[in-house]
């Protein structure tokens, strides 16, 4: 009993998406930030602005932060962004298509960077340039990872099911150019409600259930070969979605995930129609815990999966405080607190293990007496 009422202020840390700009350098043919498809003007988060957002969102427990775009590198001030979130007490990954890394990154890393992460959408490196519309892309994203390793950071591959992939040849491809894992996303052909524009009714991402649910299954095979940081439950969960069956796991969008936009509003998530405000009145906005499974954006569906047990249990904590018993009851043993928990049972230890290479691999690759980067 005291420690069920002690849970009551466990912090589960928020994620943050943040995207920096609309404009992209990429024609990548399943995207709406492509160059050739982006037709509103060009729009850049104030840095100065967003500076001041660091500390509310800080405040509202948001402990990690990924910039994303359109392509964040094409942002004049992301280095100073960069060190403003790391100065924060935030930590920050980077989603780029890999183009400008090779110019960028010792900066990035100075700055107190974390993690980089690489869109990549075929192993055929020249379906991906072609894809991508930037020929030599290949060579600059080697280039790229080697030196971020070399200066201790990690490297992730992002990659969206599509039908460039083939999964048999992926690990190769990955190992190849360096990647330490890889996190796979879903296609999105339906625009979103905000103002991402992360979708494009494309054909190569016109993938019926059966194609979708065979990309699965890959994903689940190619676990064995590869670090793959999508969790098998949220595979499983994506699967049952596919499928049309119920689902166990909310989402934890507008309470442990946010989006946020270059004009500074801050968003449920991607997909949904409304902004819940301005990031700068975050203080004064509620959260949003109605139960939603509208979408299967991996980001989200990850993080909610690893997230749910420790956000129930710490309800059910708050409602045997307030005395209402059985509402804690009923919380804890709802079956998706258990996928969640056995989730983070069987995750906890490989993501140990991955960081544990990571960091080994890192101090490999640091001259005799150079201290290089935090990792944790």
Known sequence: MELLLSLRDLKIPAVCDVSVTNICNAACDFCGFARDKMLEPAKYLDADAFHQALVILHRRGVRYLTFQGGEPLVHPDIIRMVSSTVAGGIRCAVITNGWFLPRHIDALAAAGLSQVIISIDSPNLVRHERNRGLMGLEHRIIEGIARAHALGLPVQASVTINRLLNFE?????????????????????????????????????????????????AIRRLRRLFPVLNPRASLDEVARYVRGEPQSIPCVGGYKYFYVDWNLDIWRC??????????????????????????????????????????????????????????????????????????????????????????TKARERLPEGEPGLPLG
């Open 169 to 217: 040849e992926l690990p190769q491809t990955l190992h190849r150019l360096g990647f330490d894992n890889v996190s796979f996303s879903y296609p999105r052909r339906e625009p979103f409600g905000s103002t991402s524009l992360v979708y494009h009714d494309s054909s190569l991402i016109d993938l019926d259930q059966n194609e979708l649910l065979t990309a699965i299954d």
């Open 270 to 359: 991607e997909a949904w129609s409304e902004p819940m405000g301005s990031v700068l009145d975050l203080d004064r906005i509620p959260d949003l815990r109605d139960p939603c499974n509208a979408c299967m954006m991996a980001c989200y569906r990850t993080a909610s999966m690893l997230m749910h047990s420790a956000v129930a249990t710490r309800d059910a904590a708050m409602a045997f405080s307030s005395g209402r018993i059985g509402d804690a009851v009923a919380t804890l043993f709802r079956r998706g607190v258990a996928v969640s928990f056995w989730a983070l049972i069987e995750e906890l230890p490989r993501r140990r293990r991955r960081a544990h290479r990571v960091a």
